[in-house]
């Protein structure tokens, strides 16, 4: 098992950066593959990124390609969603979750954070 703790939300103004981080328990962390979900007022749940348990490979939605950055490290039991040039329409709850099988979108993602609130406005 592994627990995510997400951190590192708030308000911020159009075009500014953020770097959420989600920071997990257990031994087996570097097992499993990773993923950032964000949830909207009213909306379902998206996949923002996707990253495999290596790091090797990363997968993102398509709109957030080119503004955001899914990283990890392994020996910090760690993963981080880097967040520049960001939008009013990127306003959510944003999710960390683990997955021990399954990658990217497709994924079924097990194990699920508490979320951390970012929001865009002037």
């Known amino acids: 098992q592994v627990q995510l703790v997400e951190s590192g939300g708030g308000l911020v103004q159009p075009g500014d950066s953020l770097r959420l981080s989600c920071a997990a328990s257990?031994?087996?962390?570097?097992?499993?593959?990773l993923g950032w979900f964000r949830q909207a007022p009213g909306k379902a749940r998206d996949f923002v990124a996707g990253?495999?348990?290596?790091?090797?490979?990363?997968y993102y939605a398509e709109s957030v390609k080119g503004r955001f950055t899914i990283s990890r490290d392994n020996t910090k039991n760690t993963v981080y969603l880097q967040m520049n040039s960001l939008k009013p329409e990127d306003t959510a709850v944003y999710y960390c979750?683990?997955?021990?099988?399954?990658?990217?979108?497709?994924?079924?993602?097990?194990?699920w954070g508490q979320g951390t609130q970012v929001t865009v406005s002037s």
């Open positions: 979750a683990a997955d021990i099988d399954g990658l990217g979108p497709s994924g079924r993602y097990d194990y």
């Open positions: 257990g031994r087996a962390f570097r097992t499993y593959n």
């Open positions: 990253i495999s348990w290596s790091g090797g490979r990363t």
